[in-house]
Nanobody, 117 residues
């Protein structure tokens, strides 16, 4: 069975840092593009960061310079390092996996990040 298991969310003060982890199982991890999305109440879901099978990264303008996405293929895990957090970063964060060729797509359960002012 395919599973994306997230961890690392929580409550943090503005200016602080968190690292989200997403451990994948049941997929050939190295064949999947990985990403993080977020959705806050009353707002549209947005892509935060993506990393391709080849290691190419892309970031939303709102997080560029503060967030870093990385992957460890040996551990089938993708990370999101979040620094200089702002209250507007508060959202449910979701891990995604999309097959590079066949476009199978899977989603994690979501983890809440709350940044206090």
């Amino acid at each position: 069975q395919v599973q994306l298991v997230e961890s690392g969310g929580g409550l943090v003060q503005a200016g602080g840092s968190l690292r989200l982890s997403c451990a994948a199982s049941g997929i050939a991890f190295s064949l999947f593009d990985m990403g993080w999305y977020r959705q806050a109440p009353g707002k549209q879901r947005e892509s935060v960061a993506t990393i391709s099978t080849g290691g190419t990264t892309d970031y939303a303008d709102s997080v560029k310079g503060r967030f870093t996405i990385s992957r460890d293929n040996a551990e089938s895990t993708v990370y999101l390092q979040m620094n200089s957090l702002k209250p507007e970063d508060t959202a449910a964060y979701y891990c995604t996996a999309k097959h590079r060729i066949f476009k199978f797509e899977y989603w994690g359960q979501g983890t809440q990040v709350t940044v206090s002012s």
